[in-house]
């Protein structure tokens, strides 16, 4: 079935640009400020139910009469655009006299945003603005593995994919806080009203499986840092065990306020630049490989491995539910949605938290990715075992004495820079790991919440909603963690960083598709530049991991599991084509809408 671009959000049509509200005109539409019980209202059908609604988009406090063979009635009309030129509220109206209860954000405190008038700068409102980029920023474990990985397997050369995907990041990072702010509503919510039942389970389907992979790799690298501090006497099955507690850890620090929250991540990141800054420092790589890998895109001689590794590190650096974890916490500050001059400022000021933020996350990419470039690209095992002999290691058992390339993990990391640089390279590695670990539990059960909310209108305790995650997160790892050994359970990371990378187009193609609509963003929809930016950055994420499940299926070598994946294949990017298809035709390529429009005479929309 296709829909029009003016058809396409919440399953009601758009007003025509004559009936949007213009300067000096006060909230409603012109239709509204008729006699509306002597006008008969166009009619549409409903993508979501295909019933009967009105044409006219209304303001939050607006209803209009629908008059049918049954007499008058009220009918409601659900949010089908966002102006924040008309209104504060973002709550859909439900039918009939009966309202909905406001659908609050997860915090339970605004935070104020200090008066400071003819100022184009404030570093008291910049102050006040910082704190959702660094959360939204976070280092987890798996990105860290993903991170050496590249460098022992690559060396510098995969600088640059940090460096692209770290803009894409700041890309899609700005339009998820736009969202929030412009709107009300953050990303999930939107999806909620935007796309049809399936679709929108799907979706939820998609994002609950990155999260569920983001809370396996902080199990799994909590596990190994506890390991490695005490000197193996806590097994990882223990570690494993020990990370239930993180729970009570998080909620015990959410009960006091929000600001404090954000001061913890912010010694969190700390912490880890810290730490990996140490090993940078310690293992002194070369600053010009270094420049010349982040800014001379290239990988001469790489193969299939090297390419998995790209790929990952996409998915590694931009985590899905991270874009939607932003659209989110930004609904934390004091911002009246009607006053555009607040919404410019506030989309500015997170702008630039998003900035550092990142550039915080990028240096430690960079620091975790150039020590193993520089120590350990095209080591042999037999070097180091030779080295961790020398240093009396106890963990010399782990590399096989022979002449094939060392291949590393968070664990094996941690280990061989103990055998190089000594047990303080050890502990600070561990420690670093331990904080990416705690950090990216709190940001996973938010995302979560804000998910679970947004997309089922479900509202469950924080206890509840972390318990569930933790759970679906430690049986397997305490699985592999007992009856397998530190190898299988870091394998799972590998695995998991490439799944991150599959997921993000489903992140990716809404927050694009509903910045781009203008009668959801008003004038702050998406330009030109950034839709045609967008959509390039839609295509190539979409074909590296078309390109991913080609060479995984290849890979695979059992025609059962050849049946498996091409169906699981197949059904992947058949919905990522639908959800392209709708991205495109927002942003404006029309001709893709293979829908049949009619308009009959009495208004009516048919497909």
């Known amino acids: ?82 102006n924040p030129a008309c209104s504060n509220s973002s709550i859909p109206q439900s039918r009939g006299a009966h309202r909905e209860e406001p659908f609050t954000t997860y915090f339970d405190e605004k935070i104020a945003v200090p008066e400071e008038k003819h100022s184009c700068f404030s570093f008291r409102k910049l102050w006040a603005f910082t704190g959702p980029g660094f959360l939204m920023s976070i280092v987890d474990p798996g990105n860290i593995e993903c991170d050496l990985q590249s460098g022992a397997l690559a060396g510098f050369k995969l600088l640059w994919v940090v460096l692209f995907s770290t803009t894409v990041g700041l890309l899609l990072q700005s339009l998820a806080a736009r969202l929030g702010v412009v709107t009300g509503l953050h990303l999930a919510e939107v999806c909620h009203r935007q796309y049809p039942k399936v679709p929108r389970i799907l979706l939820w389907l998609m994002v609950e499986l990155a999260i569920i992979g983001v809370d396996m790799q902080e199990v799994i690298g909590s596990a190994i840092a506890i390991n490695l501090l005490s000197g193996g006497r806590i097994p990882l099955w223990g570690g494993v065990l020990i990370t239930i507690a993180d729970t009570l850890i998080f909620l015990f620090l959410d009960k006091y306020g929000l600001r404090k929250l954000e001061a913890f991540f912010g010694f969190l990141i700390t912490i880890m630049a810290l730490t990996f800054g140490y090993e940078y420092v310690t293992v002194k790589p070369s600053q010009a490989q270094v420049l010349q890998g982040m800014f001379l895109p290239s990988c001469s001689g790489c193969r299939t491995p090297q390419i998995i590794q790209a790929v990952a590190i996409v998915g590694a650096v931009i985590t899905p539910h991270n874009i939607y974890l932003h659209s989110a916490l930004v609904k934390s500050r004091q911002v ?57 290691s106890a963990h010399t058992h782990l590399f096989p004495d022979d002449n094939s390339t060392l291949t590393v993990d968070i664990y094996k990391g941690g280990v061989v820079l103990g055998c190089y640089f000594g047990p303080a390279a050890l502990y600070i590695w561990a420690v670093g790991i331990l904080a990416a670990g705690q950090s990216s539990t709190m940001t996973g059960t938010y995302s979560g919440q804000f998910v679970m909310e947004g997309f089922l209108n479900l509202k469950w305790s924080r206890f509840a909603r972390v318990s569930l995650t933790r759970s679906i997160a430690i049986i397997p790892a305490l699985l592999i963690a007992v009856f397998q050994d530190v190898e299988h359970l870091t394998g799972m990371n590998d695995f998991l960083n490439v799944l991150q990378s599959l997921q993000l187009p489903f992140a990716l193609i809404p927050i694009l598709t509903f910045t781009s609509l203008r009668p959801v963003m008003s004038e702050f929809a998406n330009g030109l530049g950034w839709r045609i930016l967008g959509g390039i950055v839609v295509l190539v994420v979409c074909s590296i991991n078309m390109f991913f499940v080609v060479v995984y299926v290849q890979g695979l070598g059992h025609v059962a599991l050849y049946v498996v994946a091409a169906v699981v294949s197949v059904a992947y990017l058949s919905f990522l084509f639908y959800l392209g298809w709708q991205c495109f035709i927002a942003l404006g390529m029309s001709f893709l809408d293979c829908g049949h429009t009619q308009h009959g005479s009495t208004g009516r929309v048919s497909y």
């Open 1 to 82: 079935m296709g829909f029009s671009k003016q058809e396409y959000c919440s399953g009601l049509p758009f007003p025509s640009p004559e009936d949007l509200p213009h300067p000096g005109m006060k909230p409603g539409f012109p239709a509204l400020q008729s006699d509306s019980s002597k006008t008969e209202p166009p009619e549409s059908y409903s993508m979501k139910s295909g019933t009967q609604v009105s044409t006219t988009v209304l303001g939050p406090e607006q209803k209009m009469l629908d008059e049918n063979a049954s007499g008058d009635h009220e009918v409601s009309v659900s949010l089908g655009v966002i």
């Open 336 to 392: 009246d949605r009607a006053n555009k001059q607040e919404v410019r400022e506030a989309n500015k000021y997170f702008f630039i938290d998003s900035c550092i933020a990142l550039f915080v996350s990028f240096i430690i990419n960079i620091f975790v990715i150039s020590v193993f470039a520089e120590a350990f690209f095209e080591k042999t095992n037999q070097q180091v075992v030779a080295v961790c002999k020398n240093s009396s």
